[in-house]
Nanobody, 123 residues
Framework: QLQAFGGGLVQAGGSLRLSCAAS?????????IGWFRQVPGKERDLIAA?????????YADSAVKGRFTISRDKAKNTVYLQVSSLKPEDTAVYYC????????????????WGQGTLVTVSS
C-alpha cells in the first residue's frame, strides 16, 4: 500500500516536501516510483520519476525542472518530491505510483497508486 502525504496550503513562492511511503513491500525490490498531479477535469500527468535502486531520475518538462526535485531515502523506504517556487498553477492533487522495473513516462504502466495529497498554492 502506498501513502502520499505532505500536501497543504502554501503561498506562491513557497515550498513543500511531499513524501511517498510504502507498507508491505520494499521499493528496493526493483521498483520505480513516479509522482503525478491532477487538476479537476484534466488528466493525471507525470511530473517526475525515479528508479529506486539506480537513482536514475526523470522530469517531465521544463515547467517543473529546476523547481521540483525527486529523491529517495533507501533506509526509510520513502520517495520525496521537493516542490519549490510554487505557483498557483501548481495547485493539484499529487499522487505517487509504482511500477516494477525502470521508470516509464507512460502513466498506465504504473500499477500501484497512493491516495493523493492536495497541494493548494495561493497567489
Amino acid at each position: 500500500q502506498l501513502q502520499a502525504f505532505g500536501g497543504g496550503l502554501v503561498q506562491a513562492g513557497g515550498s513543500l516536501r511531499l513524501s511517498c511511503a510504502a507498507s508491505g513491500h520494499s521499493f528496493s525490490s526493483g521498483y520505480s516510483i513516479g509522482w503525478f498531479r491532477q487538476v479537476p477535469g484534466k488528466e493525471r500527468d507525470l511530473i517526475a520519476a525515479i528508479g529506486f535502486n539506480s537513482g536514475n531520475r526523470y522530469y517531465a518538462d521544463s515547467a517543473v525542472k529546476g523547481r521540483f526535485t525527486i529523491s529517495r531515502d533507501k533506509a526509510k523506504n520513502t520517495v520525496y518530491l521537493q516542490v519549490s517556487s510554487l505557483k498557483p498553477e501548481d495547485t493539484a492533487v499529487y499522487y505517487c505510483a509504482t511500477r516494477l522495473g525502470a521508470y516509464s513516462i507512460y502513466r498506465d504502466s504504473y500499477t500501484n497508486w497512493g491516495q493523493g495529497t492536495l497541494v493548494t498554492v495561493s497567489s
